[in-house]
Nanobody, 116 residues
C-alpha cells in the first residue's frame, strides 16, 4: 500500500536550517509530482512546495520562497525539503504526499519547531 515516512524535524532556533526527508513506497514514485505540506496548530494544512516527476520544475508558497528548496531522488523514492533561515511561523508538522486530490493516506509527519 502507499506509504509516506517523514523524518528530520527538530527544535531549531530562528535563522537555523533543517533538511526533511520523506521515504515513499507502494506507487511508481518516478511518475508522480510530489509535494510537501505543513499544518500549524489550529490551522488548516497548506501546500508548501512541489516538484515535478523529473525534478525539473519546482514551485513554492510565497511564505517560503527563497528559503526552502524541494528536491527528489527517483532512485531512492525519496523527496527532500531543505529549509534555511527558519522563522517561528514555520513551526508546524510537515507532511509529504502526492497531489492531495488523489486521496492517498497521510504519513505521521515530522514536527518542526522554530523557537529561541
Amino acid at each position: 500500500q502507499v506509504q509516506f515516512v517523514e523524518s528530520g524535524g527538530d527544535l531549531v532556533q530562528p535563522g537555523g536550517s533543517l533538511r526533511l526527508s520523506c521515504a515513499t513506497s507502494g506507487f511508481p514514485f518516478k511518475f508522480y509530482p510530489m509535494m510537501w505540506y505543513r499544518q500549524a496548530p489550529g490551522k488548516e494544512r497548506e501546500l508548501v512546495a512541489s516538484v515535478a516527476d523529473t525534478g525539473g520544475t519546482t514551485n513554492y508558497a510565497d511564505s517560503v520562497k527563497g528559503r526552502f528548496t524541494i528536491s527528489r531522488d527517483n532512485r531512492k523514492n525519496t523527496v527532500y525539503l531543505q529549509m534555511n533561515n527558519l522563522k517561528p511561523e514555520d513551526t508546524a508538522v510537515y507532511y509529504c504526499n502526492a497531489d492531495e486530490l488523489i486521496g492517498w493516506p497521510w504519513g505521521q509527519g515530522t514536527q518542526v519547531t522554530v523557537s529561541s
